[in-house]
């Protein structure tokens, strides 16, 4: 039985992201930070049969040591960003179907804020959000940005995120009873004080005590996504997430990752069908495969190796170009990004440094996907059945439009005439639409424990 799939656009609120081709000719990113740019993109996103934008977030830059490699200003390179949370109301006003994931970091922000902006955010969308957990990149740029004392070890800020996520869960699904909201006029009672709860929290990294003042939304929780494949984040995963984001170019390392997702799930007392997993794809599509694979070399030759070692420092905190070029990163190890380094370290079989930066250039991790619609339906497909992913991240290649307009115009059909998409587009809640069943947390998610029910 051929798989359905969900697909969702990665973007970041900036003018230059994976591919940094911004100054290609067919990229035209110049107004970015417009509303009406993103309003543009998320109608064609929409109409096209997208199930979701996915906003990345850069809250630092790449830094080697104390300095920022000129190429990160001159080439655009995580700068400028802007605030992703910022475009989501905006969007949500224009399009009444497409939902939106946004990426929030446990490592910068604080749980009773982040926990009032997803509920808001879950009204003003009628429970079209999601949030992304990460425990952010750039960790160097960050002590600087928001004074910390120094780079947060990799395990100690999965730690630090379980604690953020579950004071979060408990103020989500546990402050309010689904009763609790009387809107009575005539005994001017809006709430009955007896069904909200005065939340206390004293944990190793934050503490709480008071009321949550955001009325529970169509969602309570909204739907929980995940990017990290470390072994602490796939523990923390198999916890917490209800969509895994995977940047795997093997399909069977894919298939090995999506197993062990799976397995963890059930030996968290969930079913191994709660976590769905969706990878990265970078897609060229010509009329030919002579002209797709011209495409992806033009696409390949834009920006500069520079620019890409820079965006991969940010992202895992080495920086490629202080080693030798037949050098590998077998044995090197960071506290940024590990799930990044992971990509290149495969014993013997680990790639030189110069052969990382050749393939890094508009790609990172996910599967490369070259050739005509036809021929990439087949690779989406084979993709699919060998790995037994739930989905795809379409990633930004040429900016806006431009990188979107042919996989919706000559490979979405040829993938709902093979059953691969619905012959009408998902809509309800994101949780409904990624992950079925109702709006609300299943009750073997850790954060239906918090309900009052």
Not at 62 to 81: I, L
Not at 134 to 146: I, M, Y
Not at 188 to 194: E, H, N, Q
Not at 415 to 423: S, Y
Request: aromatic share 8%; with cysteine; glycine share 8%.
């Amino acid at each position: 039985m051929t798989k359905q799939i969900v697909l969702g656009a990665f973007e970041e609120f900036t003018p230059n992201f994976i591919s940094n081709a911004w100054h290609h000719p067919k990229a035209h990113t110049k107004d970015f930070a417009t509303l009406r740019y993103w309003q543009d993109l998320a109608r064609e996103l929409e109409a096209g049969g997208f199930d979701f934008l996915f906003l990345a977030e850069a809250l630092g830059y790449p830094m080697s040591g104390d300095e920022v490699p000129e190429v990160v200003v001159r080439e655009a390179v995580q700068v400028p960003a802007h605030d992703p949370m910022t475009l989501v109301s905006g969007l949500a006003a224009t399009v009444d179907r497409l939902g939106f994931v946004v990426t929030a970091s446990t490592t910068s922000q604080q749980p009773y804020l982040n926990a009032r902006t997803y509920t808001s955010l879950d009204h003003l969308t009628e429970g079209r959000i999601a949030w992304n957990i990460v425990t952010s990149d750039n960790q160097v740029a960050l002590t600087r940005l928001l004074g910390l004392n120094s780079v947060t070890p990799h395990d100690e800020r999965y730690r630090r995120a379980t604690e953020f996520v579950e004071l979060n869960l408990e103020l989500w699904e546990g402050a309010w009873e689904d009763d609790a909201v009387v809107y009575d006029k005539a005994t001017r009672t809006y709430a009955d004080p007896a069904k909200v709860h005065r939340i206390r929290h004293d944990g190793e990294y934050f503490r709480y005590d008071g009321f949550f003042p955001a009325i529970p939304s169509p969602q309570r929780t909204p739907l929980l996504l995940q990017a990290g494949t470390s072994s602490a984040g796939r523990a923390f995963a198999a916890r917490f997430a209800e969509c895994v984001f995977i940047q795997d170019r093997d399909p069977a390392v894919a298939a090995r990752v999506v197993a062990d997702l799976r397995a963890r799930a059930v030996d968290n007392g969930r079913d191994a069908d709660a976590i769905k997993v969706i990878d990265a794809v970078s897609v060229i599509v010509g009329d030919t495969e002579e002209e797709a694979l011209a495409l992806r070399a033009d696409l390949d030759a834009t920006p500069s190796m520079e620019a890409a070692a820079a965006l991969y420092m940010g992202w895992s905190g080495v920086d490629l170009l202080q080693f030798p070029l037949d050098a590998t990163l077998a044995e090197v190890k960071t506290e940024v990004g590990q799930s990044m380094l992971s990509l290149f370290q495969d014993g013997e079989k680990s790639p030189t440094i110069r052969e990382i930066l050749q393939r890094i250039t508009t790609s990172i991790g996910g599967p490369r996907i070259t050739g005509t619609p036809e021929s990439v339906a087949d690779q989406l497909q084979e993709f699919v059945e060998r790995s037994d992913v739930d989905g795809f991240l379409i990633e930004y290649t040429y900016g806006g439009i431009a990188t979107y307009r042919d996989i919706i115009d000559k490979v979405f059909p040829l993938l709902r005439e093979r059953g691969m998409l619905p012959d009408t587009p998902r809509s309800g809640t994101m949780r409904e639409r990624i992950v079925g069943g109702g709006p609300r947390l299943p009750r073997t998610h850790p954060g239906a424990r918090y309900r009052r029910d």
